[in-house]
């Protein structure tokens, strides 16, 4: 959870695992141990916050996809795209109509 916070808290940013490491005071193979423990990975952990604040973002409706993208440390929305739609199912597009719904 502290993982996630912390991603969470500048999902712009280009985390790295050693960047949480650093944050929390742990190592990097503690950090990582302890993730593997808790059945996850620094990856899983980084793409759900990345993800969860972009619906944030698109249900709010104030942002279009681009600055969606942008906002949640992707460079190339084409990329940002696949990935929301391999994570939610759905095109950011169709989220957004269904949320408006």
């Known amino acids: 959870e502290r993982v996630y916070n912390i991603i969470s808290s500048s999902p712009s940013r280009q ?11 742990m190592s990097t193979s503690t950090l990582k141990r302890k993730l593997a423990e808790e059945g996850t990975s620094f990856s899983d952990i980084y ?21 969606v993208a942008l906002k949640c440390g ?19 597009s169709t989220f957004i109509k269904m949320a408006n719904h």
Not at 15 to 25: E, P, Q
Not at 74 to 92: E, L, M, R
């Open 47 to 67: 793409l759900s916050a990345r993800m969860n604040q972009a619906a944030k973002l698109l249900r709010i409706g104030n942002h279009n996809v681009n600055a």
């Open 15 to 25: 985390w790295k695992l050693t960047d949480v490491a650093d944050h929390i005071f």
């Open 74 to 92: 992707y460079d190339s929305t084409s990329y940002f795209i696949q990935c929301f739609k391999k994570y939610f199912k759905t095109t950011p």
